[in-house]
């Protein structure tokens, strides 16, 4: 049931205490006792917390334009990747409805987003065994140090400035501290403040 989640356990760490994590039941287990629900291929690291994302993407539609843009961003970003992408642990920061997931069904991908539709998305790719979804707030990341080789968010850093300038150069530096020493990361915003 947990193929994917299983796949994906050494990049993943306990984002209070930084520890490994473990399958029981229906449930990721720090070795500090914290508790993280898993539904199908999807972790809730932030519990019951609702946010106005989850209202936001209640009314969004993917455009035919923010299609594009998602896929030539996609293809500017990735053209720098000459090994086996099936290898490749990659983090979609803030996917949101997630248009552009399907470009990347030959690496190892790991969605990030704090709002409910990571479910809707999920379970458009509940048969993956290369993808998992995570309910997760950004400035608290359940990922382990130097684990991710590519870090991509697509209209997403747009909104990390509402939490005020110092959040994002915080943000910056901890997706520093996940980023393997060769892995970058591309970051494409909307607006004239990202």
Avoid at 2 to 27: K, M, T, W
Avoid at 115 to 143: C, G, Q, V, W
Wanted: proline content about 3%.
């Amino acid at each position: 049931m947990h193929e994917a989640i299983n796949n994906f356990s050494s990049v993943l760490a306990c984002p209070v205490s930084g520890g490994n994590l473990r399958i029981q039941g229906d449930y990721l287990v720090s070795e500090s006792g914290c508790k993280y629900e898993v539904f199908e291929n999807v972790i809730n690291f932030t519990g019951d917390l609702s946010t106005n994302y989850d209202k936001h993407w209640e009314k969004f539609e993917s455009s035919p334009l923010k299609v594009n843009r998602s896929q030539d961003f996609f293809k500017w970003c990735t053209q720098r990747i000459s090994e086996n992408t099936s290898s490749i642990n990659v983090l979609d920061l803030g996917c949101g409805d997630g248009n552009h997931t399907p470009l990347f069904n030959n690496y190892k991908y790991i969605a990030v987003d704090i709002s409910k539709t990571i479910y809707d998305l999920a379970s458009k790719h509940r048969e993956s065994k290369n993808m998992i979804f995570l309910k997760a707030d950004a400035f608290s990341l359940p990922i382990k140090n130097q684990s991710v080789d590519f870090i991509f968010s697509f209209a997403g850093v747009n909104y990390f400035p509402s939490f005020g300038e110092q959040s994002l150069n915080t943000l910056l530096g901890s997706l520093d501290k996940i980023l393997s020493s060769k892995g970058y990361a591309a970051l494409w915003g909307a607006g004239s403040k990202s």
